[in-house]
């Protein structure tokens, strides 16, 4: 099993940047595949990036690519989502999500979940 905590959202304005974090708990972070995932007010949960257990591979949501980079710290348990020129539709909960081996794009496929963290992009 596998315990992940966000950290790092917040409000900003159209334009800027943001980064958030989610640590991981646990010896095997390697063999997880990590995902980014945000949900909106009545909204169904979005994907928005992935990366392979290596960080070799990512993958990323035609909404956010060009803005958005995913990365992970194998040695620190971390995965990180750096979030460039944020406009008021990036608003959200943003979750961190793992899943043995192979990465994937949608929800239902991702075992782990993290509690959140809000990203509120003002206009």
């Known amino acids: 099993q596998v315990q992940l905590v966000e950290s790092g959202g917040g409000l900003v304005q159209a334009g800027d940047s943001l980064s958030v974090s989610c640590a991981a708990s646990g010896r095997t972070f390697s063999s997880y595949a990590m995902g980014w995932f945000r949900q909106a007010p009545g909204k169904e949960r979005q994907f928005a990036a992935a990366?392979?257990?290596?960080?070799?591979?990512?993958s990323y949501a035609d909404s956010v690519k060009g803005r958005f980079t995913i990365s992970r710290d194998n040695a620190k348990n971390t995965v990180h989502l750096q979030m460039n020129n944020l406009k008021p539709e990036d608003t959200a909960v943003y979750y961190c999500?793992?899943?043995?081996?192979?990465?994937?794009?949608?929800?239902?496929?991702?075992?782990?979940w993290g509690q959140g963290t809000q990203v509120t992009v003002s206009s």
């Open positions: 999500a793992a899943r043995r081996w192979i990465l994937a794009g949608t929800p239902t496929e991702y075992n782990y």
């Open positions: 990366i392979s257990r290596s960080g070799e591979s990512t």
